[in-house]
């Protein structure tokens, strides 16, 4: 089973930028769809961004952030700029174990097989 594990957070300034990665490890790295979910202190998990057939993104996040991955390092990337305090929250990656052109199932949770651990982003006024 692929195991996944994020890197890039930290505190940062308004209007800055983040590169978030997430490194899959393990026996098979999946060609299924990969996500980026975040959850901010007392709010519920929500969809950022998703690559699969095609590229995916909450409207929050819109001209803001870019998803990439590289299937030959087995990694799936999140550039963030133009930082909002509202972007303040823990950022996981997961993996779908195949790929999507449903958007409704490219955002729904359930379909993620495996998960991070998460990495924090912190962003000051």
């Known amino acids: 089973q692929v195991q996944l594990v994020e890197s890039g957070g930290g505190l940062v300034q308004a209007g800055g930028s983040l590169r978030l990665s997430c490194a899959a490890s393990?026996?098979?790295?999946?060609?299924?769809?990969m996500v980026w979910f975040r959850q901010a202190p007392g709010q519920e998990r929500e969809f950022v961004a998703a690559i699969g057939y095609n590229t995916y993104y909450a409207n929050s996040v819109k001209g803001r952030f870019t998803i990439s991955r590289d299937n030959a390092k087995n990694m799936v990337f999140l550039q963030m700029s133009s930082l909002k305090p509202e972007d303040t929250a823990v950022y996981y990656c997961?993996?779908?174990?195949?790929?999507?052109?449903?958007?409704?199932?490219?955002?729904?949770?359930?379909?993620?097989?495996?998960w991070g651990q998460g990495t924090q982003v912190a962003v000051s006024s």
């Open positions: 997961a993996a779908d174990r195949i790929r999507r052109y449903d958007i409704t199932s490219v955002r729904s949770q359930s379909n993620y097989h495996t």
């Open positions: 393990g026996r098979a790295f999946s060609s299924g769809t």
